[in-house]
């Protein structure tokens, strides 16, 4: 089998290498080692990897199905350690979870480490957690539930501990070139031309390192940017994902995926070598281990992300990832909650549609990174003259201005920038606020409301650790002397396991069961569509054969649409007469079995 899908995707692996190293590099050398590597890496496949190849093979869109649900955690604040998660599978089967991403599971560096996504070995497990004994352990009981493991992958730079940058330190000529490192006057030269990802913590994309010179740094200083200019940086990281694939692991999560090439003249981002490089390990992954899904992280404008999809380059489609973070989506969730307006998820929806066959969207209300708003300002500049006033006025509220209910915080913001929000999802959708049952009521609607959209809207919908049992915000980071600079862990409580039969959370779970039942009754699969209501409050979502109506304004809505014989309310029941929507609540219409 191995052989028969080097032939069949071989060429197209051999494209992406000729497109990216071709002018400087001999591909014919590059092309002989990475065939060796596929081989021999396919060759230590366990059996059972080898059968899971097999049927995905067989069922290339199996991860596109309608029961798909995510769920995204950090191992210790979820189990204390790997061992740890696998006592609570049982948990994520309840939840119909088919999907487990582990956050920043692999040895991050001493001291401070970017939440864990600075990493110093990408084949260890962080010593605290466990050992890569016991992820195969865990990762061969998720299969018995028919979950997948997903894993961190920081594509764009390394811990400045990582043994190839402890070399480069200490003068190795060879991992000297695994980096970008220049002189102070280029370095400077280059900052006009980029923009800073943390402007306020980190600022500058360049560390002057004493032995190398100055260093690029997109993110922090202790994250040196490899050089994917050298084919030796490819093959280094390729053998590291089919390795980690051997282990068990069936996804990666690619950090930073829009930052991996670096070009004099440009802002760095987005450019078509990094889609190349991408392509090029998904290929790879094609052959050698074809169950492993590729997921990008590429927060950036909707126009920009479809080429993570794949793009056709004249040789055919080409595929890149399976899944990709549908960012502005989120974001225009919490934008819609703070309007009481449907605009602008619409508009995110109408540009998510068309995907290519064996591609998902990857959906979500809340993840462990701050709501992010320069990304979805992009969506914003083609339908507002005035984007950024519009987007300040939704963050404002959603930080507790204006008799808000919400309880987010500002992040890299100091009101001349509009960066980001902490926040959990209970806490900014009012839950901590609320004062009574009556406001408790509603915070739980605008919780469903957002789990709504993401599930409704047809991708893998993933839903993040604590927000099934309504977790609020905790500040107690802020007595730690190593988290206290960082504002996302406000929303990185640990799991409180003794609340999971409270009254709240039996109440979320609840409405997350029957989001899911409803989603996998419609059939539904892939894109969204999206369709006209008559309310500017009301979104309207296609999803499989149903029609889902949210309503995100605080006043009971009648739609002038009638509910024929045969259709029912998949959350509620019977539903009869004209529609009617309460505030901040969801109706999912479909036919009654």
């Known amino acids: 089998m191995f052989e028969d899908r080097c032939e069949a995707i071989g060429p197209r692996l051999r494209r992406q290498l000729d497109r990216v190293y071709g002018e400087k590099h001999s591909v014919g050398q590059l092309w002989t080692r990475t065939v060796e590597l596929l081989r021999a890496c396919a060759a230590d496949r366990l059996p059972e990897l080898v059968a899971l190849d097999a049927a995905r093979v067989a069922d290339p869109d199996w991860f596109v199905a ?15 350690t790997v061992n740890g998660v696998a006592t609570h599978v049982d948990h994520l089967e309840a939840l119909g979870v088919r ?23 990408y084949l260890a497990i962080e010593p ?31 811990a400045d501990d990582h043994p190839w940058a402890r070399a480069a330190r200490d003068g190795d000529p060879y991992y000297r070139d695994f980096y970008i490192v220049s002189s102070l006057a280029k370095a400077r030269a280059r900052e006009a031309d980029l923009s800073q990802v943390f402007p306020s913590t980190a600022p500058d994309n360049f560390t002057f390192v004493p032995e190398l010179g100055a260093v690029w740094t ?43 090439w670096k070009q004099p003249g440009t802002n760095c981002r987005n450019l078509p070598q990094a889609h190349y490089i991408i392509r090029a390990l998904r290929a790879a992954l094609d052959i050698a281990a074809p169950a492993t899904l590729l997921k990008a992280e590429a927060i950036v404008p909707t126009a920009f992300v479809p080429p993570y999809f794949g793009t056709d380059e004249g040789e055919g489609f080409e595929p890149e990832c399976h899944l990709v973070y549908n960012n502005s989506l989120m974001v225009a969730g919490w934008v819609a909650l703070a309007e009481q307006s449907a605009a602008l998820p619409s508009a995110i929806l109408r540009a998510s549609g068309g995907l290519p066959r064996g591609a998902n969207w990857l959906s979500y209300a809340r993840c462990h990174d701050d709501i992010g708003w320069g990304a979805v ?36 913001s100091d009101g001349s920038t509009l960066h980001g929000t902490n926040g959990t999802l209970a806490s900014l ?25 993401a599930i409704a809207s047809g991708g893998l919908a993933t839903i993040y650790m604590g927000d099934e049992a309504g977790l609020l915000n905790d500040s107690s980071f802020r007595a730690d002397a190593e988290k206290a600079h960082e504002g996302r862990w406000l929303h990185r409580p640990a799991m409180d396991w003794a609340a999971l039969n409270s ?42 054969r149903d029609r ?24 509620r029941g019977e539903a009869k007469g004209c529609l009617l929507i309460g505030p901040w609540q969801t109706v999912w219409l479909g036919l009654a079995a």
């Open 128 to 158: 605290r957690l466990g050992s890569m004994a016991d992820v195969e352990r865990l990762a061969a009981r998720l299969r018995e539930a028919r979950i997948s493991l997903c894993v961190d992958l920081a594509l764009n730079h390394t």
């Open 99 to 121: 999907y487990l991403h582990l956050l920043a599971l692999l040895k991050a560096r001493t001291g401070d480490s970017d939440g864990g996504f600075a990493v110093a070995d």
């Open 503 to 544: 009254r709240v959370t039996r109440r979320i779970s609840n409405d997350l069961t029957r989001l899911r039942a409803a989603r996998i009754a419609s059939g539904a699969a892939g894109a969204p569509t999206v369709f006209e209501t008559g309310h500017p409050a009301v979104l309207g979502i296609g999803c499989g």
């Open 218 to 260: 997109t993110f922090y200083p202790f994250q040196w940017d490899l050089n994917w200019a050298n084919p030796k940086v490819f093959l280094a990281m390729l053998e590291v994902m089919l390795r980690l694939a051997n282990h068990g692991f069936e996804a990666f999560r690619l950090d930073s995926t829009a930052f991996l």
């Open 429 to 453: 959708a009012g839950l901590e606020a609320a004062a009574d049952e009556n406001e408790r009521e509603i915070a739980f609607r605008r919780i469903a409301l957002l789990h709504a959209l």
């Open 66 to 80: 309608p029961d798909m649900i995510g769920y995204s955690t950090y191992v210790d604040r979820f189990g204390g």
């Open 377 to 412: 300002l992009g969506d914003l500049e083609d339908v507002d003259p005035d984007p950024l006033a519009r987007l300040s006025h939704a963050v404002r509220f959603l930080e507790g201005a204006d008799g808000s209910w919400a309880r987010g915080e500002p992040f890299q």
């Open 548 to 571: 889902v109506f949210l309503n995100f304004c605080d006043q009971e809505v009648t739609l002038d649409e009638p509910v024929s014989s045969g259709w029912c309310d998949r959350l």
